[in-house]
């Protein structure tokens, strides 16, 4: 699976960034997918899902301001971010919602929300 981040950028609080992601795993369509983020000094974590059917799933800290979303045609996953705070800041992941310890991760793409 070869996964491509990209859309991050430098943004003031209160700002708008849309990331984007491709896949070249052929069975994209039947798999949750998800976008992650790392801050710096802490783990990983999941920020928004989407299942094949598009239900999503976001966590708390980004409800109402984050969109995932997805194209099946064309193996691209979305995520619109909406008033970025400085708490946002980190570097984003896409990947499959399901992981294991052969998963593979990309670079990632890096937000940063600072005034």
């Known amino acids: 699976v070869q996964l491509v981040e990209s859309g991050g950028g430098l943004v003031q609080p209160g700002e708008s960034l849309r990331l984007s992601c491709s896949f070249s795993e052929i069975s994209f369509s039947t798999h949750a997918m998800a976008w992650y983020r790392q801050a710096p000094g802490k783990q990983r974590e999941l920020v928004a899902d989407i299942a094949p059917d598009g239900r999503t799933y976001n966590i708390n800290a980004v409800k109402d301001r984050f969109t995932i979303s997805r194209d099946n045609a064309k193996n691209t996953l979305d995520l619109q971010m909406n008033n970025l705070k400085s708490e946002d800041t980190g570097l984003y992941y896409c990947?499959?919602?399901?992981?294991?310890?052969?998963?593979?991760w990309g670079q990632g793409t890096q937000v940063t929300v600072s005034s």
């Open positions: 990947n499959t919602l399901e992981l294991s310890s052969s998963t593979s």
